[in-house]
């Protein structure tokens, strides 16, 4: 929302970011899971303080990985729409990239993570395909496509082994708007 290339500061909600913050830097420290859940009528800035905390967490010095997402009413019905967009927003996803575009992007972005070779390749392709991208001509997904259940049991357990992996290097953050 707003207009393109403005930018405004944000106003009174400078208590509700140093909560957000606290709860990152006690994350930091004593390596638990946090979470804060933001809630509002729209238009009171939710939005707004996710983009402050993103911009005060790119000034920490200290190695941080985050991933952000946003998933509106008009996704509710689509499977893993916002774990989806927190991939296509950490990995530069364009809806007009070429299938071949978007695999290249994916393994190179969970490879960080999940390996570059054979092993992470596949890993890529299943988590891939859970999210919705077209991965249906893998050799890596022969013989699991045709079950749902194998192939979201495993993309979840290497969705977990890539969050594990991150977080082993780095404070991981997760930073999602959900738009009623």
Do not use: C
């Amino acid at each position: 929302r707003g207009v393109e290339g403005i930018e405004t500061r944000m106003v009174g909600r400078e208590g509700e970011l140093k909560r957000l913050q606290d709860a990152f830097l006690l994350a930091q420290e004593d390596g638990r899971r946090q979470m804060v859940t933001v809630v509002g009528e729209s238009g009171v800035g939710k939005t707004r303080l996710l983009y402050e905390l993103e911009g005060w967490l790119e000034q920490i010095p200290q190695p941080i990985r985050y991933f952000r997402g946003r998933a509106g009413p008009e996704l509710q019905n689509v499977p893993y729409a916002l774990l989806r967009d927190l991939f296509v927003l950490r990995f530069d996803i364009q809806d007009s990239d070429p299938a071949r575009v978007v695999h290249d992007k994916l393994e190179r972005g969970l490879g960080e993570w999940l390996g570059t070779d054979e092993q992470g390749q596949m890993k890529a392709h299943v988590i891939g395909q859970l999210l919705g991208f077209d991965f249906t001509t893998s050799p890596h997904l022969a013989g699991v496509l045709e079950d749902a259940r194998q192939l979201r049991d495993r993309a979840l357990i290497y969705l977990d082994e890539l969050f594990r992996a991150s977080a082993a290097r780095a404070t991981v953050g997760v930073l999602v708007a959900v738009i009623q």
